[in-house]
């Protein structure tokens, strides 16, 4: 009891510097401070995840808050056992409303659809790079949901190989499979496009 | 080292040479110096697909993620958390409630089939006196109040 009135004192600064597994014990109590301490320190990466998968900023703003959400309503049932990280749960978790999304939504409305790129960069870098970025999200889209999900949180999350195994639910062999297929459909895709060969590729 | 060595550790291992077991190093180095060109070109692809792949992820998202779409979603999830901690308090109370007032296992063992039995009844009883009543009446209770009340008592 000392410990949970001492911990309603702590001001967020303070428990910027607590593990995520002290905060989750916090959350489960129904403390809004280390709930927001939390959302601060996972909300980019898991934000940029979600846009990723489903190619949509909207969409990924509301997957992002409902699996904070998920956060607030299950942090009592969440128990660190040493194997599970907070990070690997709560991107699995993202993961999965990701694939949910994609499966409810069928059409996008017009008002949705993401932003056309802005036609004036600066330079021809910043032309060559964003359309990199933007073949590369497209081709990456196309992808089975387990190999776009392996894919996504293996080269745009800050997660290691074994925790993205661990975060997809699988062994650190079959992620090994599912990128391997990954990136052959992304060559496949990206030599059809005749991009390979046109930019590095060529003999 | 064969070309389908060659191939499966460059498919397993990534294109970053110096990241593959140190006894597959310095063979894979003086194959891939030698080899065919069609294993050259295989090679350049996979570089350059790895290439794409880190540049793309370090490439800002469009709309970026800046503080005030931050801002806004930490804001709104907040405030959606605070309505469902109420409504998880006022679900617990209820709960709480419904077992401290059925909760009993007697009351549950006996009070069910007793509650069961009285719908029943109530419903077989209230058939009976339709059946009772039905050749007589109209189905309406005007007509019933008509049948059986003499219009002298009003």
Known sequence: ?203 | MTPKQFHKLMERRGTNIDLWPSVFQTEARSFLATAPQEIQREWRRAVTLETMLTQSAQTPLSPAIDSERMERIVENTLAIAAQTHQALKTGNSLSAAFYALFGNARVIRYGAPALLGLILGLSLGANSIESVFYPYVATDLSSLIAYYVPMESF
């Open chain 1, 1 to 203: 009891m000392a410990y949970e009135t001492q911990s309603k004192k702590t001001s967020a600064k303070a428990m910027d510097a607590w593990e995520d597994a002290a905060l989750i014990e916090e959350i489960s109590g129904g403390n809004h401070r280390a709930f927001q301490v939390l959302m601060r320190r996972h909300l980019p990466m898991s934000l940029g995840v979600a846009q990723r998968m489903v190619g949509n900023p909207t969409d990924a703003d509301e997957i992002a808050q409902e699996a904070f959400l998920k956060v607030w309503t299950g942090a009592a049932r969440w128990r660190s056992d040493g194997q599970a990280q907070f990070k690997t749960w709560f991107y699995r978790v993202v993961i999965n409303l990701c694939i949910d999304r994609k499966r409810k939504k069928t059409t996008e409305p017009l008002d949705e659809a993401e932003d056309a790129m802005d036609p004036s960069p600066n330079s021809f870098d910043q032309i060559s790079t964003q359309e990199t970025a933007r073949l590369m999200s497209d081709a990456v889209n196309a992808l089975p949901e387990r190999q776009k999900s392996a894919i996504t949180l293996f080269y745009y999350s800050d997660l290691s190989g074994s925790e993205t195994a661990q975060a997809l639910n699988v062994s650190v062999s079959a992620l090994d499979s599912l990128l391997v297929r990954g990136r052959r459909a992304l060559r496949a895709r990206l030599m059809a496009l005749g991009i390979l060969d046109e930019i590095g590729g060529a003999p």
